[in-house]
């Protein structure tokens, strides 16, 4: 199939009012699923500061994040994260996120979650979007067990260029192939990837991407009315 556009979106505060990947962490800390409730939502915040300030590499992430994922058997896992989508995610899911994807959908559009958020905590999460491609941190898994370890090129930061440009490749597709493509973030760790597409559209921007948006007269969307990330 030939598409003349490609549209990719972030997760995180773009498609949902949440992080994933806290709140995935929260839903286990608070279930004593991660050990010790109080110092696995004291890392948990720690972890999320640090990113907020782009003080944040993927391994450290991956450390604690997919740390949770070693921890446990596949099938406890996979039960625990249906309910965490019932619980958290799909709740999330506003009518204007699910629309926007929808109308690239119906245009017959090339369509991607680019997400930092590893795999498994995304893979459910881009299925309920209806979105069948997906480009996310992916945990390493060796022996019917996931390692706490990340497999390849992390999806954040100038990584998601990369990922992207992988995969577009073994599609024998480059970015520049497309008469437009259009990137949605809310995060200037994004900006690598908003950078190199022809319609970068900052969305629910975080105040410091908002003043790269106003600068450089980017489109501003925004999708939601608060943030709702529990922290407590």
């Known amino acids: 199939m030939t598409y003349k556009r490609l549209a990719l979106f972030d997760l995180d505060h ?7 990947d806290y709140q995935w962490a929260q839903y286990l800390a608070k279930s004593g699923r991660a050990g010790d409730p ?3 939502l ?18 450290q992430a991956a450390e604690f994040m997919l740390g949770l994922l070693a921890a446990h058997p596949p099938h406890l896992l996979a039960a625990w994260h249906e309910d965490f989508m019932q619980r958290v995610i799909r709740p999330a899911m506003t009518d204007q996120a699910v629309e926007l994807v929808r109308q690239h959908l119906a245009a017959g559009d090339l369509c991607a979650l680019v997400t930092a958020t590893n795999s498994f905590v995304t ?14 941190t992916d945990p390493e898994y060796i022996g019917g067990r996931y390692t706490g370890k990340i497999a390849g090129t992390p999806s954040f930061k100038h990584g998601k260029v990369i990922r992207v440009n992988d995969w577009l490749g073994a599609m024998d597709r480059r970015l520049g192939d497309f008469e437009q493509s259009y990137f949605y973030s809310d995060s200037l760790n994004d900006l690598p990837l ?3 597409v022809t319609h970068p559209i900052v969305t629910n921007p975080s105040a410091s991407l908002l003043r790269v948006a106003q600068e450089r007269q980017w489109p501003v969307l925004n999708l939601f009315n608060q943030v709702v990330d529990q922290k407590t």
Request: charged letters at 25%; aromatic letters at 4%.
């Open 14 to 20: 773009t498609l949902l009012p949440l992080d994933s």
């Open 38 to 40: 109080e110092i696995a």
């Open 42 to 59: 004291r890392r948990n915040e720690e972890l999320m500061d640090r990113y907020n300030a782009g003080d944040l590499t993927a391994e």
């Open 123 to 136: 893979a459910p999460i881009a299925r309920a979007f209806g979105v069948a491609h997906l480009i996310a």
């Open 194 to 196: 908003l950078e190199v």
